[in-house]
């Protein structure tokens, strides 16, 4: 029984830190759209340029 004096504080120390680190991580932009630079590598224009007339 005793060990619950330790296991509580501990659990609620851990869901505290998770949940800093979750409000961090939502506030600095970590879970924008990611598909967005994906898709700018399949959208490269691979034409050759026009200007250059050598």
Known sequence: M???F???P????L???IGVVLFW???TGQFDVSSKEGNLILEDD?????????
């Open 2 to 4: 005793d060990i619950l």
């Open 6 to 8: 330790l296991l509580i």
């Open 10 to 13: 501990l659990s609620l120390v």
């Open 15 to 17: 869901v505290a830190v």
């Open 25 to 27: 991580a939502v506030n």
């Open 46 to 54: 691979d034409r050759p340029n026009s200007n250059n007339h050598a």
